[in-house]
Every structure is written in C-alpha cells, then in structure tokens.
C-alpha cells in the first residue's frame, strides 16, 4: 500500500495547485476587464505615460457583477473583485458606474463618457479622474491595434 501511496503524493499537489490557480482567476466582469487591461503591464509607452500616477478606479457594471476594483501604480495594472453589496465601502478614487454595454463601449471608444454620463447613461464619481482611465483604455487599444499589425506582419504574402 505504502508504493502505491508515494506517486499519488504529487498528482494530489498539482490538484491542490490547480485548484488554488481556479480560485484566484477573475469572474465576471472583473475577469472581463482583467483580460483586457492586463497586458497594459508590459505595454512600455503605458508605463511611461504612468510612471508617477497612483490611482484606484471602481468600474460596476450593475448588470454583470462582481465590480472590478482597477488600480493603476506606477505603470502596473492590477484588477480586482469587488462584490456589488461592498461597493460602497470600498476606498477608491473615482467611480464608474451603467451597464456592461455601455461601459464596455466607453472601453473601446465607441461611447464618449462625458456625453454619456452628460445624459445620464453612465454615473461618475470624481469625472476629472476618470479621464485617467479614459487614457488607460486608450493605451489598452492602441495596444490591440499594435499586436494585430504585428500578427499580420508575421503572415506570409502569397
């Protein structure tokens, strides 16, 4: 029995890894935004551009939680979960509160958040801030387009 017990040893570590890495994956709309601003850390004209800046952003997508908490510390991103009824307690600088749709358009630049949250579409806390995150996601598209010039220059022309 004692043989049999020492390779099942290992296997049960990599599970407990495994399970440790699915726990502290993002969900929702945390992870949502996680997958699209985290490549910002390597991202070097990001990293220049907030070199000197330290600030937390509350993003709630009301339709899709958990919120994503977004602090951006010298050049580095890190996303967050924040429960929806922890919202409130939460120490942030500014606030980004509507729906996925709507945020996720202010995201991509299809939707100007100071006309949105002009009509009332979007709400904000502390606007000037937020134009931070404005810039944020503007270096986060930037990024993308890079990347797929990228890709397509590596494709062979025929």
Excluded: C
């Amino acid at each position: 029995m004692e043989e049999n017990e020492a390779p099942s040893s290992p296997n049960k570590k990599k599970n407990d890894e495994r399970k440790k890495q699915k726990k502290k994956r993002l969900r929702g709309f945390a992870g949502t935004i996680h997958g699209l601003m985290a490549p910002l850390n390597e991202y070097k004209r990001f990293q220049q551009s907030f070199k000197d800046t330290r600030i937390t952003f509350l993003v709630v997508a009301t339709d899709y939680p958990p919120a994503a908490l977004i602090t951006i510390d010298h050049g580095k991103v890190k996303v967050e979960a924040v429960r929806l009824k922890h919202v409130k307690e939460t120490n942030r600088d500014a606030l980004l509160q509507g729906t996925l749709q709507r945020i996720m358009d202010i995201a991509m630049g299809k939707l100007n958040p100071v006309k949105a949250w002009l009509t009332r579409k979007i709400k904000l806390r502390k606007p000037k801030k937020l134009l931070l995150l404005n810039k944020a996601f503007y270096y986060m598209k930037k990024q993308q387009k890079e990347k797929k010039e990228q890709a397509r220059d590596k494709i062979p022309k025929l």
